[in-house]
């Protein structure tokens, strides 16, 4: 039993966020305030040579970087905990990731040759660029306390994990310790001490985000509810009104994308 909830995607710790939130990557004028991700080269190079993520947007901090394309990306707002635990700032060196190397070439080739559907290319391959900057920042541990150290940590990723994939699985400690292959106390002392919350609290706050999404988007409170984990409506708008200081029913209407 133990051993099916963490099967299939096991190893997958960006997907439910993209699935559940989105990622959208809009190509913008590389002056622009809300761009976050760049394309840059150094002030002596001709060529692209570093990607730099700046998950709450301005421009790179260092300034001998000279930018050739511009993109802001939208993880789905603050609703998505994901990027409040972003690094401040990602910055890769083109010539040290291959795959990223190709992807930065092509958008480079895309931007500089106008084609029918170019637009549209280029979002694609900006959207696959920021969630590779994403996963290298979690392999190469360029994080600290919180959400993505957890998803580093080699015991525990596969818990959140699986509270990811299955928001509505009747999740206990007890269960997570079994699946982390710790003993109740150790894994509530090394989940709390590098995710920085207590394992129930943070099923809880993962439940609450999907069902504040999906109420954005426009779905009834009794069908998230039941959705997202919680036994009645009554018991999630209750969580719900405590964690976010106003009911279910005034969350904001989710905006179409631009």
Known sequence: MIENLISGRKHDRLT???????????????LEADANLFLVSREEEADASYVVFRAAGGAPSDPTFSVLVAARIDFGGIDNPLVGALPEELVLALAEHPRMRGLADALMME????????????????????VLAVRRAIDMGRVGAGLLAGLAHPTLHPCLVAVHDRPAFGWRTETLAQLAG???????????????????????AWRLALGRAEIAAGHSVKA??????????AAFSRAFSRSYGYPPAETPKARSPR
């Open 111 to 130: 931007t500089e040759n106008a084609s029918c559907g170019g637009r549209t290319v280029q979002e694609r391959l900006c959207e696959i660029i920021v």
């Open 182 to 204: 710790l003993s109740r106390g150790h894994f509530i002392a090394q989940f709390t001490g590098v995710v920085g919350t207590t394992p129930a609290a943070y099923v809880t």
């Open 224 to 233: 998230v509810a039941h959705r997202v984990g919680f036994g009645s409506a």
């Open 16 to 30: 439910a966020f993209m699935q559940a939130f989105g990622l959208r990557a809009v190509v913008t004028d590389r």
